[in-house]
């Protein structure tokens, strides 16, 4: 039987540091929910906004699959295996933190602030030696139909991760509707809903809100508004 | 009284960032190792209630460590701690500690 979970965006967690202010949907930081510790292989859902010029520091990471979805404004990423890059935009950036990797990301314009989405994956294995892929996507290949924009196959549309998940985009039309099915025996899939309402199945979801759906093997999403979102498939067990 | 918790990892500067983030909670104190004779031996001499693994270590080393330490006190918990001092670090000793 399918099963769910509705986490409306004002429930998520809140973080204001001045030059970042954060949304969480699972426990991060300071926000500790024992009911919002992950869904499957999702970890980290943070919706991040960071001020012109400003940006986080040089920190470290270890055993994780990390990935960058800026939504708006520039993001420079510097790390220890000397790649500096700035993701835009339009981009989507995977880091697989391994046995450990030093990196900083900065807004370097001086009047723009930076909005992106950090989501974290638990690897499906450990020690793993890092990496960085980060590439640019077709905003018209998402149109009204679902874009993979992450897999687990290198040779697979989008980046790549060490994980058995699959990501898709999609910016809807009023009234467009389609049907995902899921890629992977035991997976699910969180919808994080980017802009406008769309429907999943019979519920409703709002900007901002994450629904995670699993135990079934496809779904329906259709828009209700103008619509964009971002599909999530993870392993439920990992 | 504090929660002596023991981090172990092999990448020495990400330990020293975990160890440091961890005695950020006043509540906490943390000492670190970046071997296995290190973490076996200074097991002995603290109450440790909690380990964290962290990078670098193979499943022959943790299989070894868990061993001693549940060998020393077998109520102590063991967890992986995922993303090197990141913002999971607080969420999973909360949850460990119940």
Same mark, same amino acid.
């Given at each position: 039987?399918?099963?769910?979970?509705?986490?409306?965006?004002? !429930?998520?967690?809140?973080?204001?540091?001045?030059?970042? @202010?954060?949304?969480?949907?699972?426990?991060?930081?300071?926000?500790?929910?024992?009911?919002?510790?992950?869904?499957?292989?999702?970890?980290?859902?943070? &919706?991040?906004?960071?001020?012109?010029?400003?940006?986080?520091?040089?920190?470290? /990471?270890?055993?994780?699959?990390?990935?960058?979805?800026?939504?708006? $404004?520039?993001?420079?990423?510097?790390?220890?295996?000397?790649?500096?890059?700035?993701?835009? @935009?339009?981009?989507?950036?995977?880091?697989?933190?391994?046995? $450990?990797?030093?990196?900083?990301?900065?807004?370097?314009?001086?009047?723009?602030?930076?909005?992106?989405?950090?989501?974290?994956?638990?690897?499906?294995?450990? @020690?793993?030696?890092?990496?960085?892929?980060?590439? =640019?996507? @077709?905003?018209?290949?998402?149109?009204?139909?679902?874009?993979?924009?992450?897999?687990?196959?290198?040779?697979?549309?989008?980046?790549?991760? /060490?994980?058995?998940? %699959?990501?898709?985009?999609?910016?809807?039309?009023?009234?467009? =509707?389609?049907?995902?099915?899921?890629?992977?025996?035991?997976?699910?899939?969180?919808?994080? *809903?980017?802009?406008? &309402? *769309?429907? *999943?199945? &019979?519920? *409703?979801?709002?900007?901002?809100?994450?629904?995670?759906? %699993?135990? !079934?093997?496809?779904?329906?999403?259709?828009?209700? !508004?103008?619509?964009?979102?971002?599909?999530?498939?993870?392993?439920?067990?990992? | 009284?504090? +929660?002596?918790?023991?981090?172990? #990892?092999?990448?020495?500067?990400?330990?020293?960032?975990?160890?440091?983030?961890?005695?950020?909670?006043?509540?906490?104190?943390?000492?670190?190792?970046?071997?296995?004779?290190?973490?076996?031996?200074?097991?002995?001499?603290?109450?440790?209630?909690?380990?964290?693994?962290?990078?670098?270590?193979?499943?022959?080393?943790?299989? +070894?460590?868990?061993?001693?330490?549940?060998?020393?006190?077998?109520?102590?918990?063991?967890?992986?701690?995922?993303?090197? #001092?990141? #913002?999971?670090?607080?969420?999973?000793?909360?949850?460990?500690?119940?």
């Amino acid at each position: 039987m399918t099963q769910s979970v509705l986490h409306k965006a004002a !429930t998520r967690g809140h973080a204001s540091h001045g030059w970042l @202010n954060s949304y969480h949907s699972f426990s991060f930081g300071s926000y500790y929910n024992p009911e919002r510790m992950h869904f499957g292989a999702l970890r980290v859902l943070n &919706d991040d906004t960071v001020e012109a010029g400003m940006g986080f520091g040089k920190h470290p /990471h270890d055993n994780m699959e990390i990935i960058s979805i800026p939504l708006e $404004g520039d993001l420079e990423h510097k790390d220890s295996m000397n790649n500096v890059a700035v993701i835009k @935009n339009g981009d989507i950036q995977a880091m697989s933190a391994g046995t $450990g990797i030093y990196h900083s990301e900065y807004n370097k314009n001086r009047e723009h602030r930076v909005k992106f989405l950090q989501i974290w994956l638990y690897p499906d294995k450990k @020690n793993v030696e890092p990496r960085y892929d980060q590439i =640019s996507l @077709n905003l018209e290949d998402r149109h009204n139909k679902l874009q993979q924009v992450l897999s687990p196959d290198p040779e697979d549309e989008g980046v790549w991760v /060490h994980q058995n998940a %699959w990501f898709h985009l999609g910016k809807f039309d009023k009234g467009v =509707s389609t049907a995902y099915n899921i890629r992977a025996k035991g997976n699910g899939v969180y919808v994080f *809903v980017l802009t406008g &309402d *769309v429907k *999943v199945n &019979d519920q *409703v979801l709002n900007t901002r809100d994450g629904y995670g759906i %699993w135990d !079934t093997d496809k779904f329906t999403i259709s828009a209700e !508004t103008d619509a964009e979102f971002l599909l999530m498939e993870v392993p439920m067990e990992f | 009284m504090k +929660t002596h918790i023991l981090v172990i #990892g092999r990448n020495a500067e990400i330990l020293q960032t975990v160890v440091r983030l961890v005695n950020n909670n006043d509540q906490w104190e943390a000492t670190g190792a970046t071997t296995d004779n290190d973490a076996i031996n200074a097991f002995g001499t603290q109450p440790f209630k909690l380990v964290l693994l962290c990078n670098g270590i193979d499943p022959e080393s943790e299989d +070894t460590l868990r061993a001693a330490f549940k060998a020393v006190n077998p109520d102590v918990v063991i967890i992986q701690h995922y993303g090197g #001092g990141s #913002g999971l670090l607080a969420a999973e000793i909360y949850q460990a500690l119940g």
